[in-house]
């Protein structure tokens, strides 16, 4: 088959050559009708998978891209740090981006890593992308899933943690020391494996004593959680037990609390929190019990992997499951 060229997409288009080429890179002043078609074009004759593949160099390029939804995550930042302990001094860089939990961003990194021949991509994924994301894999980038699964047809890699088990052992616990409160669950990400698996896990242990609940959308963000709080507050004057799938939005509602409740009232909405928050030891009466999730376990279980793959000692498509612990005031 033919190979799409840069000429032939100006043909198709009616456009030049160099209108294609600064809408490609991103550069110049295009007119939104120009680009609108170059675009279209493009799309149609298949373009970018083309070219892409034929900028793809044979040495290695020494470069692996990690690709986080954010950086004020501590627990991203643990397993970044895992995946660098692990290798050390060897000669590989690590290019190190967040995708600010935008399907767009994520993309647009994704695209210039193949640009720049990276070896591979550690991909903790804002969703949105996975048919991109099997466009990249039949282009020979090897990417390694993390936290979250990315659906397609073939498999592939992917290290997480034990979503269900955790969420239900944590809801579990929280029935037993607040049994007469009313219970509400913060998750967010349904259209992710985490905010499905731990959703899950939670309405089991729930439904296994008959116990109903009111449910939340956080979006896993700190912000929508506090603002959040308000509903919560509303809804259940007398207070609740929370149940948070997410870390991040601990300390949207921690900040809540604390700027809304007094001392006496802040005891009226205990968290069971998934995921630990910076000073966790401060907030101890607010948060009785935790998971203590280990991204640090999981960065190294990635480089571990990686490392085969790039050498390639290894290629069947594997799945490793970090066990999280139940933590207690």
């Given at each position: 088959m033919k190979?799409?060229?840069?000429?032939?997409?100006?043909?198709?288009?009616?456009?030049?050559?160099a209108t294609v080429s600064r809408v490609v890179n991103g550069i110049g002043?295009?007119?939104?009708?120009?680009?609108?078609?170059?675009?279209a074009s493009i799309k149609e004759l298949n373009y970018f998978s083309n070219t892409l593949a034929s900028n793809l160099k044979k040495n290695s390029s020494n470069v692996v891209g990690i690709v986080i939804p954010t950086f004020t995550n501590e627990f991203f930042m643990q397993v970044i740090k895992g995946i660098e302990d692990h290798f050390g001094h060897a000669e590989y860089v690590f290019y190190i981006a967040s995708s600010d939990d935008k399907p767009e961003k994520e993309r647009a990194i994704l695209k210039k890593l193949l640009e720049s021949n990276a070896e591979a991509v550690v991909l903790s994924t804002i969703g949105g992308n996975d048919e991109f994301i099997e466009e990249l894999r039949q282009l020979n980038m090897y990417v390694i899933s993390v936290d979250r699964r990315i659906e397609n047809e073939r498999s592939m890699d992917y290290i997480c943690e034990n979503n269900r088990e955790s969420a239900y052992l944590l809801t579990k616990e929280l029935l037993k020391i607040e049994a007469s409160k009313d219970i509400v669950i913060l998750g967010g990400h349904q259209d992710l494996s985490i905010g499905i698996e731990r959703l899950e896990g939670a309405e089991k242990a729930l439904a296994e004593v008959g116990k109903d609940f009111r449910y939340y959308d956080g979006s896993y963000n700190e912000e929508q959680a506090k603002e959040l709080f308000s509903s919560i507050k509303k809804d259940y004057p007398a207070g609740c037990g929370i149940i948070s799938l997410n870390n991040t939005m601990v300390t949207g509602l921690i900040h809540a609390i604390y700027e809304e409740l007094d001392e006496v009232e802040m005891l009226k909405?205990?968290?069971?929190?998934?995921?630990?928050?910076?000073?966790?030891?401060?907030?101890?009466?607010?948060?009785?019990?935790?998971?203590?999730?280990?991204?640090?376990?999981?960065?190294?279980?990635?480089?571990?992997?990686?490392?085969?793959?790039?050498?390639g000692e290894s290629s069947v498509p594997q799945t490793y499951e970090i066990k999280n612990s139940l933590e207690r005031k």
């Open positions: 190979r799409v060229t840069i000429k032939d997409v100006a043909k198709h288009a009616n456009v030049s050559i002043t295009v007119t939104d009708e120009n680009k609108k078609k170059v675009q909405y205990p968290i069971a929190s998934y995921g630990e928050i910076v000073f966790q030891s401060i907030f101890s009466t607010n948060i009785p019990i935790h998971i203590r999730q280990r991204p640090y376990e999981i960065g190294r279980e990635v480089a571990k992997l990686l490392e085969k793959r790039i050498t």
